[in-house]
């Protein structure tokens, strides 16, 4: 060997490139959220824990600046960014809350085949489970009603026969 360096033995090539909107993706997924939820302006610990993940995790894992990563979660300032990586940091290192476990969770997410797909598909599943509530319940209530028609027939049937007292227009007393 004479010193030289195989460079194209050395090259890096990331099995895919992931985005601030993957990792976004993965943390909805990750932590049940709706995609409103997660970029709304709301200060819910459960949703600010998420997006400072995110934070942390794109400060990691992507080249993007604090303010792009800002601008992805609806326009946090840079300085909103920087804090929210550091907390997570902070969290991770005194070993609170699971902070890791969802870091890695979220990180795996995003890294390994597509969290926009499996968002989707949770997504769709969830309107599905909806619509089959609706159908249910819908078919509950044709039920009830079928079955008081039948009394209310019953009742008349009775009435008819001279079972039950009725007035002249055929309403029971």
């Known amino acids: 060997m ?27 997924l990750h932590f049940r959220l709706t995609k409103s939820d997660f970029l709304s302006k709301s200060r819910r610990r459960e949703l600010a824990r998420a997006r400072q993940v995110v934070m942390f995790v ?3 894992i992507t080249p993007a600046s604090l303010p792009m990563i800002g601008r992805e979660l609806g326009g ?15 969290l991770i290192a005194d070993g609170r809350e699971g902070m890791a476990d ?16 499996a968002l989707r ?11 089959e509530a609706v159908a249910e319940q819908e078919a509950e209530e044709a039920i009830r009603h079928s079955e008081q028609m039948a009394k209310l027939k019953r009742i008349r049937e009775l009435a008819g026969a001279g079972f039950i007292a009725t007035d002249k227009e055929g309403r029971i007393l």
């Not at 598909?121 to 619509?131: E, G, I, P, Q």
């Open 121 to 131: 598909m949770r997504d769709a599943k969830s309107r599905h489970a909806a619509l």
């Open 58 to 60: 794109a400060r990691e």
């Open 76 to 90: 946090l300032d840079h300085t909103s960014v920087l804090f929210g990586a550091r907390k997570i940091a902070a």
């Open 102 to 117: 969802h870091v890695k969770a979220v990180r795996d997410l995003a890294t390994s085949g597509n969290p926009k797909a």
């Open 2 to 28: 004479d010193g030289s360096i195989d460079w194209k033995a050395c090259t890096f090539v990331p099995e895919k490139t992931v985005g601030v909107r993957d990792i976004i993706a993965a943390a909805v």
